[in-house]
Nanobody, 114 residues
Framework: QVQLVESGGGLVQPGGSLRLSCAAS????????MAWFRQAPGKQRDFVAA???????NYADSVKGRFTVSRDNAENTAYLQMDNLKPEDTAIYYC????????WGQGTQVTVSS
């Protein structure tokens, strides 16, 4: 079955960096686009970044120039490199794919605070 497992979250000071990973299994990873979303307390889940099967990327305006999405098809893993983090980046980060329906990971908490 399709499984997505995020890791790499944590507590970081403003201006710091984190790299999130999304380990995928149960499907042919290289055949599907991957996306990252985030959900802050009391808010809706919002799009952050996506990467297609050809490596084309797309970002929310709020993270452009600070976040980089990538994928390693040999490792069946998607990544989100987050630099120059801000307190407003604090959220649970989820990876997502779509294979006839949407699949979500369980999420990983990112807290940006001094």
């Amino acid at each position: 079955q399709v499984q997505l497992v995020e890791s790499g979250g944590g507590l970081v000071q403003p201006g710091g960096s984190l790299r999130l990973s999304c380990a995928a299994s149960g499907f042919t990873f290289s055949d599907y686009a991957m996306a990252w979303f985030r959900q802050a307390p009391g808010k809706q889940r919002d799009f952050v970044a996506a990467i297609g099967i050809g490596g084309i990327t797309n970002y929310a305006d709020s993270v452009k120039g600070r976040f980089t999405v990538s994928r390693d098809n040999a490792e069946n893993t998607a990544y989100l490199q987050m630099d120059n983090l801000k307190p407003e980046d604090t959220a649970i980060y989820y990876c997502r794919t779509w294979i006839n329906r949407v699949f979500w990971g369980q999420g990983t908490q990112v807290t940006v605070s001094s």
